[in-house]
């Protein structure tokens, strides 16, 4: 039974430049989150996917968007990438908003 | 939003002695406050959660605590490991939404 998977697991863009990063949630579950963990801090919400749809966002701009597919895959993209995007993303599945969530090893961006 | 705060942010106990680590959030309608530990370079995996209606659980050597009118929960790590060495997070969900908020971390260091 895979666990939740996420890829790429590194990658290097130049600022400015656009990135998109892709999980496949645990099997079962309905639900994917995207967090982005900075180096010593915990991970801060970015949004929440449900039934293909934005469910909650968090505190990041508008540069920061996603998609769920009918498959309850997903994707985050980031536009006009910025220094300070380079951290650890991290896609979390669940089945509902509530259950206990399921991370993936996450996909580590540098932006130089 | 909700808010929570963790103490210590670096923790050292000697093998065999307990840890402790306290968390207090902000928003009173916070029904959900699981517990990750993340080891160097992995993912953050849930070790225990609690619910809003218990007071404490226990898992072996892990224990939650939880008191709702102060607001704060605690993990507790008995018998403690060098394998027990990482960085915990606490978290906490407000029943009006579905992001993990988490805590800055602490990290845990046993020493044989």
């Known amino acids: 039974d895979a666990g939740v998977t996420q890829s790429p697991t590194h990658l290097i863009k130049t600022r400015g430049q656009q990135v998109t990063l892709r999980c496949s949630p645990k099997s079962g579950h309905d639900t994917v989150s995207w967090y982005q963990q900075a180096l010593g801090q915990g991970p801060q919400f970015i949004f929440q996917?449900?039934?293909?749809?934005?469910?909650q966002r968090g505190n990041f701009p508008d540069r920061f968007s996603g998609h769920q597919f009918p498959n309850y895959s997903s994707e985050l993209n980031v536009n006009a990438l910025l220094l300070g995007d380079s951290a650890l993303y991290l896609c979390?599945?669940?089945?509902?908003?509530?259950?206990?969530?399921?991370f993936g090893n996450g996909t580590r961006l540098t932006v130089t | 939003g909700e808010n929570v705060e963790q103490h210590p942010s670096t923790l050292s106990v000697q093998e065999g002695d307990s840890a402790v680590i306290k968390c207090t959030y902000s928003d009173s309608a916070s029904n959900y406050f699981p517990w990750y530990k993340q080891e160097l370079g992995k993912r953050p995996q849930l070790i225990i959660d609690i619910r809003s209606n218990v007071g404490e659980k226990k898992d072996q050597r892990i224990a939650v605590t939880l008191n709702k009118t102060a607001k704060h929960f605690s993990l507790h790590i008995t018998e403690t490991q060098p394998e027990d060495s990482a960085v915990y997070f606490c978290?906490?969900?407000?029943?009006?939404?579905?992001?993990?908020?988490f805590g800055k971390g602490t990290s845990l260091l046993v020493t044989p």
């Open positions: 978290a906490a969900v407000s029943n009006s939404g579905y992001a993990l908020n």
């Open positions: 979390a599945s669940s089945f509902g908003g509530n259950s206990p969530l399921h």
């Open positions: 996917y449900y039934e293909e749809e934005e469910r």
